[in-house]
């Protein structure tokens, strides 16, 4: 057997949101891989082999495919191998999970918007996927490119809310996100301490590939957030090595406030409203967001985004679920299923900043 029928394969695209998310993972857990840059016979083969058409896919020695970072990462530190990457405190463990949920879902939006509304990223990346995942369709260049580009736009604009009422309020969470890190990242290297753990992870899908390597966000990025241009790099460059002095992940820092806002104004409204749109088969999720209406189609995988927190919160230890509730709020509290506590303070529909109000 040789060497390379033992290492793991990542397949996926060296420009995509979770493949960076997977690869930055591996490389920081030391888990060596050869990546598999795809095309559409492999895209189909490992869409075949795991039921889902996405990408990236871990392929274990012997052929066994797994896919969704969130979940390969979750399994992955499930088994407490060394470096450990998840806070040891049940309440930063579960806010880890939290945000990374949020910045897989939540920042896709402005992740996709900056890459294909805007000429020069739209230019620059249909080109690089034509090349790449289309390479073995049998068409011209241009054709490649034009059908990329026009799908994209329909897929990750047009039917993800994209409008020009909605675009200001994308290019402000973009915005937001970078001014929240700055402070976090000018004090420590990592989201909650010495070494990256689960939201770091999910905050690097969107931040590396789009945000940093995207010609439009990058040059906000250069111009107001400094410090996270640095936590990038460090991601990238991080190897187990890099903490074996690290010291490991206690209680969440309180710095991280603005993101617990964030998940009990925005993304937890928006995952409870996708919920309802599910399961009562509606075509379309609406919610309303300081002014301005949104209408996206209802996604199945973001109900059971939404399942999985709330059982992860149910079986949080109580003074966890207390530390939790004080953090997000009552709101933010009751979205996560725990029960009303202060029934007249509740506005549920009238949250503060929140897509209801
Ligand atoms: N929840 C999945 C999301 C994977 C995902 O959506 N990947 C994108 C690329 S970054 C994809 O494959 N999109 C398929 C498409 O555009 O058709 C994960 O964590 O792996």
């Known amino acids: 057997m040789s060497d390379s029928d033992e290492r793991l394969r990542l397949h996926g695209l060296d420009l995509s949101y979770f493949t960076g998310k997977l690869e930055a993972y591996c490389r920081a857990k030391g888990l060596a891989y050869d990546f598999v840059a795809m095309d559409m016979a492999d895209f189909r083969r490992c869409a075949k082999a795991t039921g889902r058409a996405q990408m990236p896919v871990l392929e274990f020695p012997g052929g066994r495919m797994l896919t969704d970072t969130t979940a390969i990462i979750a399994q992955c530190e499930d088994q407490g191998f060394e470096p450990a990457l998840r806070p040891a405190d049940p309440a930063a463990a579960f806010l880890s999970r939290l945000y990374e949920d949020m910045f897989d879902e939540w920042l896709w939006r402005p992740a996709l918007y900056y890459r294909w509304a805007f000429k020069p990223d739209a230019d620059l990346r ?7 995942m289309l390479r073995d369709l049998p068409l011209p260049l241009w054709l490649r490119r034009l059908f990329i580009r ?3 736009k329909k897929l990750y604009l047009e039917l993800d809310g994209v409008t020009k009422s909605t675009a200001p309020q994308i290019e ?5 996100v970078l001014d929240a890190l700055e402070p976090v990242f000018s004090a420590r290297p990592f989201l909650f301490g010495e070494r990256p753990c689960e939201a770091d ?5 969107p931040m590396f590939r789009h945000f940093y390597e995207d010609p439009t966000p990058r040059a906000i990025m250069e111009e107001r957030g400094r410090a996270s241009l640095g ?7 991080a190897k187990p090595t890099d903490f074996e002095k690290a010291a490991p992940l206690g209680e969440a820092p309180g710095d991280l406030a603005w993101f617990d806002q964030l998940a009990a104004t925005q993304y937890l409204p928006y995952l409870e409203a996708n ?3 599910v399961s009562q088969g509606r075509s379309w999720t609406s919610w309303r967001l300081a002014g301005v209406d949104w209408l996206v189609p209802p996604s199945a995988y973001r109900q059971e985004c ?9 079986d949080l230890p109580d003074a966890a679920r207390e530390t939790i509730a004080a953090r997000l709020g009552e709101v933010g509290h009751v979205l996560l299923g725990g029960p ?4 007249q303070n509740v506005q549920r529909s009238n949250a503060p900043k929140g897509p209801r109000d």
Request: proline residues 2%.
């Open 126 to 132: 249909s080109r690089q996927i034509a090349e790449t």
């Open 306 to 314: 939404l399942n999985t927190l709330r059982r992860d919160f149910a």
């Open 201 to 205: 992870f999910g905050l690097f899908g």
């Open 340 to 343: 009303v506590r202060q029934p």
């Open 150 to 152: 026009r799908r994209q």
């Open 231 to 237: 936590w990038i790099e460090r991601m990238w460059s």
């Open 172 to 176: 402000k969470l973009y915005a937001d």
């Open 275 to 277: 919920s309802l749109a």
